[in-house]
Structures are given as C-alpha cells and as structure tokens.
C-alpha cells in the first residue's frame, strides 16, 4: 500500500518567506509526526499529532513554526520568516498510535517515514 | 529527559567484518527501543525493535538485545555486507508511545 507522502520534497526559499510542508500520512495511521534533521545531525522532534489534536507541541522551535492536521490525515507545518538555520530535512511519519489512544495493543507501534522535504533558505 | 546516545561514526568495515554499532539510553519508567536504519537515498525505516527487557529483535541479520541493567541496546552483526551501508538510528519509545527519541545517528561503510 501507500506510504508516508511528503511534498514538496525539495525547496528552495528566500530568508523571510513563509513556507508550507505537507504530509499524507498511512491510511488508518492515527497518529503523526514532525521532525528536522539538520545536515549531520539526529532527528529533533517538533510536534505530534494523535488524531486532530496536538498534546505535544514541545518542540517546535519558535513561534515561527506552526502545524496542523485536518481530518485524520494530511498535516502541513508552516514555517513564517524563514531563517538560514531552518535549513533542513523536515520529516514526517505515521503510526498506528500514540498516547492517549485505547487501542492498548497497538501501543509503541514503530514509527513510517516519508522521504522527506529537503528545506534550504537562501 | 529521556535521551539516546549512540556511538559516533562513520564506521568504516570490509565486507564480511562484525560489526556493533553501541546504544545507550536513559528514560523513565519501560521504553520500547528500536533501531531504524536509512538507506542512500532513501526514507527511514524500522530495522528492528525489543518492547521489554531481555527481548532481542532481529531482522536482515542484525540483532540487538534490550538490556535493562546495563540501559543498553546495542546493533550486531555477524556478518557485513556492502549493501548495509546506511545510517543506522537507535531509539527509544516510552510509555504511552507517544513520542520517539532518537539519537544522532552512526553512518555505516561497508567496503567490498
């Protein structure tokens, strides 16, 4: 079946333009990620979302980025005034669940990434 | 925090070569622990995972054994084929599963 769908899977902005990055998680997935690989570096966790809800917005870097999920399925983060240093792989995944879900057995599902979108801010 | 921390690479091996690829974690409370792997070019994708201790997961030959007294979880393999060169990502999944924490990744060569 499908994957995780990330688009555009490059992109190419100028400092102090807002972009959108979009996520089509696996069909059923309940639950999704956002994460940014820095050139090198691990993963770093922004946001997730179980379901349309985000418990978790820890890691979101700064005011500038923001994400939203409708529908149990498609996600975009929005990054405003875009800075060098977004410069980036932002990666999505999906899983069958997270906390909060009743579906105990599914617990600690792994997690489906897409390929990625590769962020550059000249 | 809960935290990864794996060995630094690259990590240069012939073919053929064993190789562990060293995992540690510090987290609250029973972890899942899992190790994705990225090939060139390519997504990330789940190699292996152990939810409680003492499990090994195993997959394409790689095993790793979760090992609660020493916060361990590190990546064997007896044997090293070209085609495993890869960045290679341990992590951990704590209880409730809501949020995976990830280390920095070792990149793996194989030579032929």
């Known amino acids: 079946g499908a994957g995780v769908s990330q688009s555009p899977s490059n992109k190419v902005t100028e400092k102090g333009k807002d972009v959108e990055l979009r996520c089509d998680p696996i069909?059923?997935?309940?639950?999704l990620y956002w994460y940014r690989q820095r050139l090198g570096q691990g993963l770093e966790f922004l946001i997730y979302?179980?379901?349309?809800?985000?418990?978790?917005k820890s890691g979101l870097p700064s005011d500038r980025f923001s994400a939203e999920r409708t529908g149990e399925s498609v996600s975009t983060l929005t990054i405003q005034r875009t800075q060098q240093e977004d410069s980036a792989v932002y990666l999505c995944?999906?899983?069958?669940?997270?906390?909060?879900?009743?579906?105990?057995?599914?617990?600690?599902?792994?997690?489906?990434f897409g390929n990625g979108t590769r962020l550059t801010v000249t | 925090g809960d935290s990864v921390t794996q060995m630094e690479g690259p990590v240069t091996l012939s073919e053929e070569a064993f190789l562990t690829i060293n995992c540690t974690y510090t987290?609250?409370?029973?972890?899942?622990l899992f190790w994705y792997v990225q090939y060139p070019g390519e997504g990330l994708q789940l190699l292996l995972k152990?939810?409680?201790?003492?499990d090994k997961g195993s997959n394409k030959g790689f095993e790793a054994t979760y090992r609660k007294e020493t916060t361990s979880f590190h990546l064997e393999k007896g044997s090293v084929q070209v085609s495993d060169s890869a960045v290679y990502f341990c992590?951990?999944?704590?209880?409730?599963?809501?949020?995976?924490?990830f280390g920095a990744g070792t990149r793996l060569f194989v030579k032929a």
């Open positions: 152990a939810t409680k201790a003492d």
């Open positions: 069909s059923g997935h309940t639950a």
């Open positions: 995944a999906s899983s069958l669940s997270a906390w909060g879900s009743r579906d105990f057995s599914s617990y600690n599902s792994p997690l489906h």
């Open positions: 979302f179980q379901g349309n809800s985000a418990p978790d």
């Open positions: 992590a951990l999944q704590n209880t409730g599963g809501f949020k995976t924490i």
């Open positions: 987290a609250t409370g029973y972890p899942s």
